[in-house]
């Protein structure tokens, strides 16, 4: 209690009063240890103070980069407020664990699908209104961090998989490792197209890495701060659609690389080619990202350069399914999740970025 008073107070959330007492509920979350903080406080507190708290606890190093995010957006006053406000956050380097403490807006925001809805490519999509607010805080985050100073001071790693010849060449042998153990368990019922298509995207990759992706990376062109986990489910929106702004959460991989590769996380990974289509959700959802970043200050960036990157988005993408079945992913998840991208990658012609027959 004497240590969520001291929080609460340097985050300027108590001016009177202490915690006196509180309880920990679980939420179940499926990738790390997350619950509420329930505080109870002393007669003299304003009753403003924060009655929940979110409690996130990761284990083994999966919560450093969050932290450092967390705490490098605090010292950032001109940061657009998209991010949860977070009282205190650390991460032990011996141990590897960590923790944050986030406002708890539980009672104002709710993701606009949940997970399992997201990932049973059937109720997936949200409200027009919550895409919207969604596209317009990915776009406000990308604006912000497109070639900032930060950039050329490495405050996150530059590039997953495309920042040099090294990183690539230890990309490419994951993916496929990946790909012949997946090949190699699934062969008798895996649709021979695919695995044609495959084989083919990685053995494009060598070229397509030197032809688009080596220049960009070494003159680090046009690259923003990526959140690399996109979905829907990842977002808060507000309850009433005119109250408050949309926040992205869940920050265990920031780099900064092409922010095409988010947009393809949030339209492709889990949307049919019906869904992505119907309304021309997929185009609009492009032309409000690109007038967005436009507004919010990023120049010499066009509209083909974008239709470029949300291309090799698609091409990163395709190869996710792929890893997360040799991480252990079971069948329900990786396929379904297959069967988009690969959709998705063949109506933008992936194949011509890569240098493949059609």
């Known amino acids: 209690t004497t240590w969520l008073t001291a929080v609460l107070r340097q985050a300027g ?26 505080l109870h406080y002393s007669a003299e507190t304003a009753p403003n103070a924060p009655a929940r708290l979110v409690i996130k606890r990761n284990a083994q190093q999966d919560g450093e980069y969050e932290v450092k995010f967390y705490n490098l957006v605090a010292t950032l006053a001109d940061h657009p407020r998209i991010i949860v406000p977070c009282y205190a956050a650390a991460y032990d380097e011996e141990s590897g664990d960590s923790y ?21 490519s059937v109720e997936g999509v949200p409200t027009p209104h919550a895409i919207e607010q969604v596209v317009e805080t990915l776009a406000q985050l990308h604006a912000y961090w497109w070639n900032h100073p930060l950039l050329e001071k490495e405050a996150f790693d530059v590039g997953y998989w495309s920042r040099n010849a090294e990183h690539f060449a230890r990309y490419l042998q994951r993916r496929t490792t990946s790909w012949e153990s997946l090949i190699s368990g699934e062969a008798s019922w895996f649709p021979e197209d695919l695995r044609a298509l495959y084989e083919g995207v990685i053995a494009h990759l060598p070229s397509f890495w030197e032809r688009y992706l080596e220049p960009r990376f ?19 929106a507000p309850k009433h659609p005119d109250l408050g702004v949309t926040y992205l959460l869940d920050w265990q991989t920031p780099i900064f690389d092409i922010g095409g590769y988010d947009l393809a996380n949030l339209c492709a990974t889990f ?37 470029t990157d949300y291309k090799l988005g698609l091409i990163f993408w395709l190869l996710m399914p792929v890893q997360d079945y040799y ?25 011509d970025l890569l240098g493949m027959e059609r």
């Open 100 to 120: 944050l403490l986030l406002q708890d807006l539980s009672d104002t925001h709710a993701p606009p699908v949940t997970r399992d809805l997201q990932i049973s």
């Open 218 to 236: 070494r003159t680090r062109t046009n690259l923003t701060l990526t959140h690399n986990d996109a979905y829907f489910a990842n977002f808060l």
């Open 13 to 38: 959330v108590l001016q009177h009063g202490k915690v006196v007492s509180f309880e920990q509920e679980m939420t179940g979350a499926f990738n790390s240890q997350t619950g509420h903080f329930v």
């Open 327 to 351: 991480g252990g992913s079971e069948r329900s998840y990786w396929w379904p999740k297959m069967q988009c991208l690969t959709t998705a990658f063949r109506e933008w012609h992936g194949e």
């Open 271 to 307: 949307w049919t080619s019906e869904q992505r289509q119907q309304d021309q959700r997929e185009q609009q959802i492009l032309r409000h990202y690109y007038t967005a970043l436009l507004a919010h200050g990023v120049k010499t960036y066009s509209w083909d350069d974008l239709l």
